[in-house]
């Protein structure tokens, strides 16, 4: 679990821990330091803390001495028992007995800067597990957060009068900033109306500036944009039902991929995969560039 989500609740958990403490301010400072503990200020302007899962919290007391010597001793749970020796040592802690790397179990005990005696435990498979998580966290998510699996695209002749009129007829509110074509054109923009977001596109249709990408000859229509977690796969599933490709499926500049369909119906679908979690300032270069080559 993250820290984010709700500690568990059962009869018998181990749920709090108060440490002795001769200097508050200096033992949250090692804590944090050394382990990642979340430090946060209670409404009576004490400290407490939550563990890196938020599954034990606790407090820092002074009105008790310190266990110099370990009776009950506690543990805390890391990937990397060396590293994590270190990470006490730059704190401030000292280590009271050391890690033996030929023990089939990776464990020490350290003393924190008011004199506890604590554990740290290597958990096996930890260190994997967390790099796994770390990597799947810094992915983008393959759907934009913001975004329905289904959204409808709008294909208008004035972008920037179609969003003032959702303004003023439907309270709609832009979301992000609008990315436009070299001639001015909008290519993407973004309004929400409730709960709902609608994209927009600028078809300039005949005698105006240099169309979108997304033109459909003039005439204002809707295509139904679609985000997906494995945006090839569905690709081939549609092109075996019988759609028919508009614009191959490609890589673009933006940081997604995709393509666009007219089903049998003739309504026409854009599939995408978000490949890369972009800034409005690299889109642009991105775009400059793109232009430039074309």
């Given at each position: ?48 803390f939550d563990d890196t ?67 740290i435990y290597q958990q ?119 759609a028919e490709v508009i ?48």
């Amino acid at each position: 679990m993250s820290a984010s989500d709700p500690p568990t609740l059962a009869t018998g958990k181990i749920c709090y821990l108060e440490i002795p403490a001769t200097d508050i301010d200096r033992s949250v400072d090692f804590y944090r330091r050394a382990f990642g503990w979340h430090i946060r200020r209670r409404d009576d302007g004490s400290v407490a803390f939550d563990d890196t899962v938020g599954e034990v919290s606790g407090t820092w007391v002074l009105d008790r001495p310190p266990s110099a010597e370990p009776g009950l001793l506690v543990y805390v749970m890391v990937a990397d028992a060396a590293a994590a020796v270190e990470g006490v040592l730059g704190a401030g802690g000292e280590i009271v007995v050391p890690v033996d790397p030929a023990s089939r179990e990776q464990f020490a005990t350290f003393r924190d800067p008011a004199g506890n005696v604590l554990g740290i435990y290597q958990q096996p498979g930890l260190a994997e597990a967390e790099g796994e998580a770390s990597a799947a966290a810094a992915r983008p998510s393959p759907i934009p957060e913001h975004l329905h699996r289904v959204t409808p695209r709008l294909v208008v002749n004035d972008g920037a009068a179609a969003i003032e009129f959702y303004r003023q007829a439907f309270g709609a509110e832009e979301v992000g900033e609008r990315f436009a074509g070299p001639g001015g054109e909008i290519i993407h923009a973004e309004v929400r109306i409730g709960d709902c977001v609608i994209a927009l596109t600028d078809d300039a249709g005949d005698g105006g500036p240099a169309r979108s990408p997304h033109s459909l000859d003039g005439f204002a229509t809707s295509i139904m944009s679609t985000y997906w977690e494995d945006v090839d796969a569905v690709w081939e599933r549609a092109l075996e039902a019988g759609a028919e490709v508009i614009y191959p499926l490609a890589d673009h500049f933006y940081g997604e991929r995709g393509g666009r369909l007219r089903d049998p119906f003739g309504q026409q679908w854009m599939l995408s995969q978000r490949l890369e979690d972009l800034t409005s300032e690299e889109i642009v270069r991105r775009a400059q560039m793109a232009f430039a080559d074309s």
